[in-house]
């Protein structure tokens, strides 16, 4: 029977069969490419996550060398970087030292300094220390030191406002000694060197405007005291009340060699250091 012959709905029927035949394999295709592009995307899946593990793997691997080589350059020593160069460490730090404020009426409450609106205590700038508490003393033979501090106003460095000190010294069994150089030194007492030792009573030996240009040896830590007596520091003490209205900003950088010194953990303070602690 041909088409012409058939019934519309035998004709009807055989197209709905077709198309639905048609339909089917467009399915079972789709249904193809869906299996195989799942599976490929299940293989590049697989590909980043292996590849992540690997690079997370080389990171950890790079990152470790990296601290490994760093560690023979670098170590944080009380917050602070010390860079190493064979035995020599170095550091650096710096900050503002309060000034109290400026009264020009001089009705302030410090006879003594009537500009000054409202007197600060005394800054303690702990340098440089050296731990002996361990036993062993404070350094090794030929072990040195070198600490420079300038302190200057708004970075006036070429005028009258600046304090420039030079340290170099040696620390070695049970004594911390050095030379100091008073390269600038503009008002008398606003700088004292402080120094507390355990068969001593604590001491300040202020630095005045004559000694400028000069160099003045200093026991920090004077011999007979004991290998494991505490630490020995290189302090110096600020009193603010000589810059009232003119802030002050100090920098510090130390060189050293002995591997019982460090930067202090409390380098700027307005507390007392004793060589207890």
Request: with cysteine; charged share 20%.
């Amino acid at each position: 029977m041909t088409t012409e012959t058939k019934p519309i709905s035998q004709q009807l029927t055989e197209v709905a069969g077709r198309a639905n035949a048609l339909c089917q394999t467009v399915a079972d295709k789709a249904g193809e490419i869906t299996t195989t592009l799942n599976a490929k995307l299940a293989q590049v899946d697989a590909r980043v996550t292996n590849a992540e593990a690997s690079l997370n793997t080389e990171m950890v691997q790079a990152q470790s060398e990296f601290n490994s080589w760093k560690s023979g350059h670098t170590e944080l020593v009380n917050g602070l970087d010390v860079h190493k160069q064979g035995k020599i460490k170095r550091y650096f730090f710096a900050t503002t030292l309060g000034n109290g404020g400026y009264t020009a009426d001089r009705d302030g409450p410090d006879a003594a300094f009537p500009h000054c609106a409202s007197p600060q205590e005394p800054y303690y700038i702990n340098l440089l220390e050296f731990d002996a508490q361990n036993g062993g003393g404070f350094g090794a033979a030929g072990d040195y030191f070198k600490c420079e501090v300038i302190m200057t106003h708004r970075g006036m460095f070429a005028t009258s406002y600046t304090e420039h000190l030079v340290f170099t010294g040696t620390s070695f069994q049970d004594c911390v000694s050095a030379v100091m150089e008073a390269k600038s030194i503009v008002h008398n007492n606003h700088l004292s060197l402080f120094i507390s030792e355990p068969d001593n009573p604590a001491k300040e030996i202020p630095l005045g405007s004559d000694l400028a240009g000069s160099s003045v040896p200093v026991n920090f830590r004077a011999i007979g005291q004991g290998y494991d007596s505490g630490i020995a520091r290189l302090t110096l003490k600020v009193d603010p009340r000589f810059h009232c209205g003119a802030s002050r900003a100090i920098s510090v950088s130390t060189e050293y060699t002995s591997e019982r010194g460090r930067p202090s953990a409390e380098r700027i303070s307005q507390n007392q250091p004793t060589w207890e602690q």
